[in-house]
């Protein structure tokens, strides 16, 4: 996966959020459109709610189609088996309530959490989808 999006309330909040709790390098923010952050090798892209829902920003000769998304999104974070513990920590520390936290079945485990905006956000070890720990 090249890039995610999920859409926010507010950017500022937003930044606030991904940045000191997840630790998340900013790439870029227009505060009336998007944050971008890396992750991983990919990205990460917050849009402000509202603010893609129509074409019209054109780049490089082309115009970047609408979207947008109703309701919460979700997005998963790879952890390792051996944070598990630091994130519960660190989630209870900065006054984020574990929404649940599943040990699937098939192996791996995962932390849910809501974003200011109510995005369903998760991390989860890589074993959820079967893929090695390292």
């Known amino acids: 996966m090249l890039e995610t999006a999920l859409y926010v309330d507010d950017l500022l909040v937003a930044e606030k959020f991904?940045?000191?709790?997840?630790?998340l390098q900013k790439h870029s923010i227009d505060?009336?459109?998007?944050?971008?952050?890396?992750?991983?090798?990919?990205m990460l892209l917050l849009f402000q709610v509202g603010a893609t829902n129509?074409?019209?920003?054109?780049i490089g000769g082309g115009e970047i189609p609408a979207h947008g998304a109703v309701g919460p999104g979700h997005v998963a974070f790879r952890?390792?088996?051996?944070?598990?513990?630091?994130?519960?920590?660190?989630?209870a520390t900065a006054g984020v309530p574990l929404e649940t936290e599943i040990v699937w079945p098939q192996g791996g485990h995962?932390?849910?959490?809501?974003?200011p905006s109510g995005n369903s956000l998760?991390?989860?070890t890589p074993q959820l989808w079967g893929f090695?720990?390292?």
């Open 31 to 42: 505060p009336k459109r998007h944050l971008f952050y890396y992750c991983g090798s990919g």
């Open 18 to 23: 991904y940045t000191s709790l997840l630790g």
């Open 122 to 124: 998760e991390l989860a």
């Open 132 to 134: 090695p720990e390292a």
């Open 110 to 115: 995962s932390l849910y959490f809501r974003d």
């Open 54 to 58: 129509h074409p019209g920003l054109v």
């Open 79 to 91: 952890i390792w088996a051996s944070e598990i513990e630091l994130w519960r920590s660190r989630l």
